[in-house]
């Protein structure tokens, strides 16, 4: 049995505050387990996930970071986070900027969702006007790669990515 339109839940977007941290901290833990796992020894993981965003309400605080969260039927399932670039590449300037994060928790991914709230960090990004907007992806993550060239993005170099002793490869991506 198919959904209606009226019974289908409606996903709204806001610029997400400090307050809302530990939703955006649950939400990294919770996709990034979910999609990548399987790859790192369990002790490599948990250290990895308990650190990795430990920085969200400095992040928060930042006037040139901004974050969105996507919530539905009354939870966060996603969020954006954006700001000044700061992958290693010697064409990066200080004008440059960076999708940091684009997360959906696993049941919200598809329907355009992922679409949705890079198209908003996106505005955000090129509010002043176009400029170099980079990504890092993950080598093996080929949904994102899509997103990413359906909306301008080009792979310009490959970096990598450490969690715990396993280092993966990572492609960089520019648009502008």
């Known amino acids: 049995m198919s959904l209606s339109l009226a019974e289908k839940p409606v996903e709204t977007i806001r610029r997400a505050g400090p307050r ?3 939703a955006l901290r649950a939400i990294s833990r919770d996709t990034f387990a979910a999609a990548f796992g399987d790859l790192y020894a369990p002790a490599d993981l948990a250290a990895f996930l308990a650190h990795a965003h430990a920085e969200t309400e400095r992040e928060l605080a930042d006037p040139a970071v ?3 969260l996507m919530e539905a039927e009354g939870s966060a399932i996603g969020y954006a986070l954006a700001g000044p670039c700061g992958l290693d590449n010697p064409e990066v ?3 440059c ?6 997360y959906l928790m696993p049941a919200w991914q598809g329907g355009g969702r992922g679409s949705r709230l890079l198209e908003v960090a ?3 990004l090129e509010r002043d006007g176009p400029r170099p ?3 890092g992806v993950f080598s093996e ?5 899509r997103l990413y060239a359906r ?6 170099g490959e970096h990598t990515f450490t969690v715990g002793s396993q280092i993966d490869r990572e492609f960089t991506l520019r648009r502008g």
């Open 20 to 22: 809302d941290a530990e």
């Open 66 to 68: 901004a974050a969105w």
């Open 93 to 95: 300037t200080p004008r």
């Open 97 to 102: 900027g960076e999708l940091k994060r684009l």
């Open 122 to 124: 996106l505005a955000w």
């Open 133 to 135: 907007i980079w990504i």
């Open 141 to 145: 993550n080929i949904g994102a790669q």
């Open 151 to 156: 909306n301008g993005f080009r792979k310009v």
